[in-house]
């Protein structure tokens, strides 16, 4: 028996029915490609465990086959990030999609990396709990958007998917399970990653190159019983960051994002087309909860307040009045209106890609303007300056994304895409903006520029963690 058929043999046996795995070109090319401008890279193998236990034994068939393995959960990402580089074995974890408790008292929730953020709102939606659903497609992955630094709707007031990890259970790269904050110590304690060290840290970030997190806990914070969405303007970002730094050091907003005229269209235009004369170039929203209707009251009016301040100082940022059907989406995540990428391409073709960056907002001008010439003056043809900003607990940082459509059947167009997209990457690192959930190509750049030291880290807990360097190999582009 070659070695193929004897790979398929034993992952037959380790999920005990041969429906859960393929070897099948036609099965394994739809794991190949995400919608980015990534190439498409075949794996040899896709398997769908459903336990622990069978996870386990496929990390440790890898290891004596020296396989390379990637964990890949609903695959809505768009940066390549399960794409298999060297081939291998796709781990399909959506069978796991157990949501195993629900604490609201101490307010964490302990799920499976198949629980979608459709499944968990509904659940939590019952007792009245919530969690920071992204604008992205209902049917993503809870855990995977936790451990890759994800954004969402409380990411205002409580900071990133990332920050509200409150234990884990993985599968390091050799098989065995660990579990680390609360957790470790005792089995059914899942409500802190502290004051323990920052194991967690190994396994946030890493774009499943340091193992497979099974299990996740998660804080869920109760809906409150009043909301508001303030929603504004302005002439260009100069003014709209101005207004936003200036408002968030309140911490009154759940949620305090910004998106240019061409965002705002839904789909993109693409190619390139001219904001209509007149029309703001930036427009935004702010989600204001309160558990008394005087709280709340006192929210908007500090919003009204700040806003009043500005104008009076000659800021163009102003109040906009927005159909109240238009709001829905900033409440009632995860959005079937706003989450689904697919929405943003249409018009381009069924490819989008982004530089997705961390960035302070203090420099977001400055990168803006850059991006806009790049996409608007140097590229054949011009492309969109669909730009998001997105404030993060106050004023330290926050989010600055370009959405980029682009045709997936006209490859001289994905190249022109692809080319502008790493372009802006460059203006965005030289301005201090770190990318997030990097695909190849940007891990490069970043590589490129990165202290000697810290690429040299990263090489040796790769090393100690992956001896034989099978987790989603080649993806941070150190091993």
Request: include cysteine; proline fraction near 8%.
């Amino acid at each position: 028996m070659d070695k193929k058929d004897r790979v398929y043999k034993v992952l037959t046996q380790i999920v005990g029915d041969e429906k859960w795995v393929s070897n099948s070109p036609v099965d394994c090319w739809c794991y190949s490609y995400d919608m980015s401008f990534v190439r498409p890279k075949m794996p040899q193998y896709v398997v769908l465990p459903e336990t622990v236990e069978e996870v386990q034994a496929i990390v440790r068939l890898a290891n004596a086959e020296k396989l390379p393995i990637v964990p890949f959960t609903a695959g809505t990402n768009i940066g390549g990030l399960c794409i298999p580089e060297q081939g291998g074995i796709v781990v399909d974890l959506k069978r796991m999609d157990k949501i195993i408790k629900i604490d609201t008292e101490s307010r964490y929730a302990i799920i499976e990396p198949g629980v979608s953020h459709a499944a968990l709102a509904q659940e939590l939606y019952k007792v009245k709990a919530r969690f920071g659903w992204p604008v992205g497609p209902p049917s993503a992955s809870v855990l995977a958007a936790a451990i890759n630094h994800g954004i969402g709707g409380i990411t205002g007031r409580y900071g990133l998917n990332s920050q509200q990890i409150t234990s884990m259970e993985v599968i390091l790269p050799t098989g065995e399970t660990a579990r680390v904050g609360s957790c470790a110590i005792r089995p059914d304690a899942w409500h802190s990653v502290f004051p323990l060290p920052r194991l967690d840290g190994l396994f946030q970030g890493w774009l499943g190159t340091t193992g497979i997190v099974t299990k996740l806990g998660i804080f869920i914070p109760p809906v409150p019983d009043y909301v508001h969405i303030g929603t504004f303007s302005a002439k260009d970002l100069t003014d709209m960051e101005k207004f936003m730094r200036n408002f968030s050091k309140y911490e009154y907003a759940d949620d305090l994002t910004a998106i240019s005229w061409w965002l705002s269209q839904v789909p993109i235009p693409y190619p390139f087309v001219e904001k209509p004369k007149g029309a703001p170039e930036w427009n935004g929203y702010c989600v204001l909860y309160g558990f008394t209707e005087k709280e709340l009251e006192n929210k908007v009016d500090t919003f009204n307040k700040v806003i009043a301040s500005e104008r009076k100082a000659g800021s163009s940022i102003d109040a906009t009045d927005v159909p109240e059907e238009s709001k829905k989406g900033r409440t009632q995540l995860p959005s079937q209106i706003v989450g689904s990428t697919k929405n943003y391409c249409k018009q381009g073709g069924g490819g989008i890609s982004w530089p997705g960056t961390f960035t302070p907002s203090n420099k977001w001008t400055e990168v803006w303007e850059q991006w806009k010439d790049i996409y608007m003056n140097k590229l054949s043809p011009a492309l969109s300056p669909a730009v998001r900003v997105t404030m993060y607990r106050g004023t330290h940082y926050g989010m600055l994304r370009l959405m980029t459509p682009f045709p997936r059947d006209r490859p001289a167009e994905e190249a022109n895409a692809a080319n502008g997209i790493v372009e802006c990457l460059k203006v965005l690192l030289d301005a201090g903006g770190i990318p997030y959930k990097p695909p190849v190509a940007y891990q490069r750049e970043i590589n490129q520029r990165a202290d000697p030291g810290y690429v040299d880290l990263i090489q040796k807990v790769k090393d100690m963690l992956d001896p034989n360097h099978i987790m989603n190999p080649g993806k941070y582009q150190v091993r």
